[in-house]
């Protein structure tokens, strides 16, 4: 099985210039705003995009090498694919969806027609999808569809597994048992897998570290447990659901300096002044308010950007009053809807937000 893939690539057309490894066994997951370069790097992985310059490995065995001319074609890479869309074969079966990887990769084998039907059978059986093995694709549901193409890309035996979104179109009681079927499958057998998500839940549930890509490029890459807890980037913060303000240490380190405030909290002790620094806090510590609040919190003027729904709290989302991207702009307040209601909060009115310097932990950056 796999001794783990490691990839170098540089896409200029797409403005991607990354490199990194996932281990044997390992479950990354890439998270990113979109056109970031999440897709590209996955599509470079299992050989559809060819980069400008760069490698691909997989355990010894070197799949891309644009040095040398090496590019190995799709179908002999063991990696599999897994998208939004299912994509499976129209007119085939579940059973021969499944069988054609196997039957393709050693359509030499004596015997290998009854061998990829023991395998699709297996496979279907593996993802609680046995008894859809003779049904068309046209005859699945979405959640059905994707349990189907799962064991498709598992048939065909890959050293490396790559899922770029695969829950996405499911309603939740079909991404929910997808979910604990993948937690067994990606768990199981050694190989190392990637998963492009932008749901949390994915990755709490499924991976052991992240990497973040903003702009073509990695910008963070952790344990799950440091997204949740200490995340380093803004889009890292902003999907973890909590807030950062990033920029210089103040005196003491007790402070973040950013678009001109001062935000004060709790410093690390390698907090140093002047160095980088970034100022975390929760949404339900932010307090929303129609005037300046008075008192040792801090305080920005913003510009309510949306509202949502999350049960009983109401997620206010900000922007800057000015239209610029400053500190304040994405920054997160969970009040209740009885507080929603009494202040009345219509997108672009501006108010002010707040939070106790007891509730920022400032951390280097």
Partial sequence: MTGGVSVRAVVEARDLDV??????GEVVAVIGPNGAGKSSLLHVIAGLLRPDSGTVTVGNHR?????SAIH???HSRR???LLQDPALFPHLTAAANVAFGPRARHHRWRGMRAQAR???AHWLGEVGAADL???RPAQLSGGQAQRVALARALAAEPDVLLLDEPLAGLDVAAASAMRRLLRGVLAAGGRSSMLVTHDLLDVVTLADRVVVIEAGRIAESCTVADLLTAPS????ARFAGVNLISGPAGAGGASVTAAGLDWHGTCEADVRPGSSAIAVFAPAAVSVSRDEPAGDVNVVAVGVAELDHRGPVIRVRAEATDGTDDAASGLAADISAE?????RLIPGEQVYFSVAARDVAIRPA
């Fill in 118 to 120: 023991q395998l699709a």
């Fill in 72 to 74: 190995e074609p799709v």
């Fill in 133 to 135: 093995s003779d049904r």
């Fill in 233 to 236: 980037t803004a889009f890292g």
């Fill in 63 to 67: 799949l891309t090498d644009t040095a």
């Fill in 19 to 24: 490199e990194f490894a996932v281990a044997p």
């Fill in 79 to 81: 990696v599999g694919l």
């Fill in 339 to 343: 507080t929603a209601a009494g202040l």
